[in-house]
């Protein structure tokens, strides 16, 4: 007779009760000099107090613009180094990230703002065939001649502006620099007042379903989803803050913002970037160079690097682990890995 089963996982770690802020900050705390990102085709480097000095800056001019415990602001972007900082700045004020997906078009754009109530987003100029810029003033003619923060549009009634990451954006858009000028318009203590409130428990993250079974489900994703989640990768790859981790993999999807991003800052790991979006020679050039010890990827991409001719000529030696997800996993591919 067949008798009813439980089965759980380790029980030996315990979950993080910390909001993704607080980890952040003490993870600062304690490697402050260490280098925490890597961005090689923007040419940034920041240690874990640079970068968190640039997330302070950007949650302040956050709650300039209004931005306010819950309020969703939609990020549009391919990787880059913008995308991590507003990562921890949103969570830093209480907001709710919007991840979207960076080959939307018009239509899926609007059903992301449109159903998750964004106020804010921060896009890019273009990416691959993309004209970030068009598509939003084709979605918000009223952008254009609105004051910063005062969009009104009748498609998207609560969207109230647009960042733009480019350095001269069209009329309407607030630039990204622009929007660090105004960090100055919010006092420390508020601040600091603003984080003392949020839980650990409170919603940080909205991410969309492919679609493929009918219009894209928007998950609503806690501090505690997502932190624990990246914190137990980590630990299951035995991270630390000697580990280098390239991330060539999405940032817009769990296994770049979560599985990488909050698995390396969860551990004081250093997260590298190699590109915008995944190239393969690219991506061997930044383990070589960078002393990787970790690698992600999905099936096709390792299998694109294993195929590169550069390949041979590069010394690889520093890695030690990573993780092949995001699909089926060719057994024939992961002996070659």
């Not at 703002?113 to 939003?136: E, I, N, P």
Request: proline share 6%.
């Amino acid at each position: 007779m067949s008798q009813p089963s439980y089965t759980r996982g380790r029980q030996d770690q315990p979950l993080l009760t910390l909001t993704i802020g607080q980890a952040f900050d003490a993870t600062v705390a304690r490697h402050a000099e260490g280098e925490a990102l890597v961005v090689r085709h923007q040419g940034l480097r920041y240690t874990w107090l640079q970068l968190a000095e640039q997330v302070d800056i950007h949650a302040r001019a956050l709650m300039a613009l209004g931005v306010d415990t819950g309020d969703r602001v939609g990020i549009w972007s391919p990787n880059c180094a913008q995308w991590c900082i507003l990562q921890l700045a949103s969570a830093k004020v209480g907001a709710i990230l919007v991840n979207i997906n960076p080959a939307y078009r018009v239509g899926e754009l609007e059903y992301v703002l449109r159903q998750s109530g964004c106020r804010w987003l921060v896009c890019a100029d273009a990416f691959k065939t993309s004209d970030y810029h068009a598509m939003v003033q084709q979605l918000v003619p009223e952008l254009a001649s609105a004051g910063v923060g005062e969009l009104a549009s009748e498609g998207l009634p609560e969207l109230r502006g647009v960042v733009s990451l480019a350095a001269n954006p069209p009329p309407g858009f607030v630039p990204w620099q622009a929007l660090a000028e105004r960090a100055g318009q919010t006092p420390v203590e508020a601040y600091q007042a603003r984080q003392a409130t949020l839980q650990f428990d409170q919603p940080v993250n909205i991410q969309y379903t492919s679609g493929t079974t009918g219009a894209p489900k928007g998950a609503t994703l806690s501090h505690y989803n997502i932190l624990n989640n990246g914190f137990m990768v980590g630990e299951s790859l035995g991270l630390t803050a000697r580990d280098r981790m390239v991330i060539p993999v999405p940032l817009y999807h769990c296994f770049g913002m979560v599985m990488a991003n909050l698995g390396c800052i969860t551990h004081g790991s250093t997260m590298v970037y190699p590109n915008d979006a995944f190239d393969a020679e690219l991506t061997l050039k930044a383990v070589a160079e960078e002393r990787a010890s970790i690698l992600y990827g999905v099936p096709t991409m390792f299998i694109a690097m294993l195929d590169h001719p550069s390949r041979t000529q590069l010394d690889l030696s520093t890695l030690r682990s990573g993780i092949m997800a995001g699909a089926t996993c060719p057994i024939e591919v992961m002996r070659r890995v």
